[in-house]
T-cell receptor
Framework: GENVEQHPSTLSVQEGDSAVIKCTYSDSASNYFPWYKQELGKRPQLIIDIRSNVGEKKDQRIAVTLNKTAKHFSLHITETQPEDSAVYFC???????????FGAGTRLTVKP | DAGVIQSPRHEVTEMGQEVTLRCKLISGHNSLFWYRQTMMRGLELLIY????????DSGMPEDRFSAKMPNASFSTLKIQPSEPRDSAVYFCASSLGGSGTDTQYFGPGTRLTVL
């Protein structure tokens, strides 16, 4: 069935280093790919999204890249800070873009 | 804008009791999604509505779960009877349109504990 695979499930980096989270999707028609950040005990919140008409999007320290041919997209966080520690979810539209499916999440820990 | 509103924020109940979770959409949004989040299963889509109509309820785990959208801005998720394995955080989210290409905005969640 349609799904979104997310890796790694956990990621630990030193403050100031970069973090990369990767996702793959199965529906070649998918054209919307949001990323959510969920802090402990809080709701998932959108941090960045990308649509299929672009290959990269950047917002300050975070960026997302999309490779439609390979059906994968990635979240890049540079100059990580302890407050970046959270669970990050990728998602992709599917079923003719009428629905959305989430990845299993990546728990990012940024060590000071 | 108040965002998506959920109530209650916490619910503790005993096995066998009926539980009703409530959600109010962001004004002007047309789609509502109910999710369940647990450590073991992650974020699972239970059901979603577009313009008050249930579009996909394939994620609803059992007949004990039911969801309604009596008007354009409000929804309920009911569990009857509740079981300990229903313990989870239940989120609702709303989006402007009915497609998967519209950003979903999550409510604060209801933490349900069934004893």
């Amino acid at each position: 069935g349609e799904n979104v695979e997310q890796h790694p499930s956990t990621l630990s980096v030193q403050e100031g280093d970069s973090a990369v989270i990767k996702c793959t999707y199965s529906d070649s028609a998918s054209n919307y790919f949001p990323w959510y950040k969920q802090e402990l005990g809080k709701r998932p919140q959108l941090i960045i999204d990308i649509r299929s008409n672009v290959g990269e999007k950047k917002d300050q320290r975070i960026a997302v890249t999309l490779n439609k041919t390979a059906k994968h997209f990635s979240l890049h966080i540079t100059e990580t800070q302890p407050e970046d520690s959270a669970v990050y979810f990728c998602a992709a539209s599917f079923r003719n873009n009428n629905d959305m499916r989430f990845g299993a999440g990546t728990r990012l820990t940024v060590k000071p | 804008d108040a965002g998506v509103i959920q109530s209650p924020r916490h619910e503790v109940t005993e096995m066998g009791q009926e539980v009703t979770l409530r959600c109010k959409l962001i004004s002007g949004h047309n789609s509502l999604f109910w999710y369940r989040q647990t450590m073991m299963r992650g974020l699972e889509l239970l059901i979603y509505f577009n313009n008050n109509v249930p579009i996909d309820d394939s994620g609803m785990p059992e007949d004990r779960f039911s969801a309604k959208m009596p008007n354009a801005s409000f929804s309920t998720l009911k569990i009857q009877p509740s079981e300990p394995r229903d313990s989870a955080v239940y989120f609702c989210a709303s989006s402007l349109g009915g497609s998967g290409t519209d950003t979903q905005y999550f409510g604060p969640g209801t933490r349900l504990t069934v004893l």
